[in-house]
């Protein structure tokens, strides 16, 4: 890292995560939510699916 923001690699470069909002929760600074999971290298993060409405 290179500062206290957590990065994500994707399709191409990284995506710095500066605010994430897990379902049902309201959002959070990356760094917390970063310090909070249970990630190890490889995992995939995925974007949850919303109701039509």
Excluded at 1 to 10: G, H, I, K, S
Excluded at 13 to 26: D, F, I, K, T
Excluded at 29 to 47: K, N, Y
Aim: glycine letters at 16%.
């Amino acid at each position: 890292m290179l500062d206290e923001t957590p990065r994500v690699a994707c399709g191409e470069g990284a995506l710095a995560l500066l605010e994430v909002q897990r379902a049902g929760r309201g959002p959070t600074s990356g760094g917390e939510f970063f310090r909070g999971a249970r990630l190890a290298v490889g995992d995939v993060l995925v974007q949850a699916r919303h109701a039509a409405l």
